[in-house]
């Protein structure tokens, strides 16, 4: 089963990405960054050790803010701001722009 964003009582969102490794971590957020409104926060959990190198290297290129390590609650999270402007990347490679 895929996971899939789950809204958080304080308004954000949270995506389990458990132990995925990046491209999978980051075609998941994308998808669900297309269905979420402009300004959520996303909070992405993940075992990943590089998913801090990625993410804000992909926030950079797409145009989605990286907010950096969130609040440790167990498992490694890390927060991205979604925006609506964001460049688009190919369905196939998420770390290419389409």
Not at 5 to 27: F, V, W
Not at 82 to 89: E, L, N, Y
């Amino acid at each position: 089963m895929i996971p899939s964003a789950q809204p958080r009582p304080d308004g954000s969102y949270l995506i389990d990405g458990g132990d995925l490794g990046c491209a999978r971590l980051l075609i998941l957020l994308r998808d669900e960054a297309a269905r979420l409104p402009d300004g959520a926060v996303v909070h992405l959990q993940t075992t990943d050790p590089v998913a801090p190198i990625d993410l804000p290297a992909w926030c950079r290129m797409t145009g989605h803010t990286y907010l950096g390590p969130m609040p440790d609650e167990g498992v490694p999270r890390y927060g991205v701001r979604i925006s609506a402007a964001a460049a688009p990347t190919r369905p196939d490679a998420p770390w290419h722009r389409a």
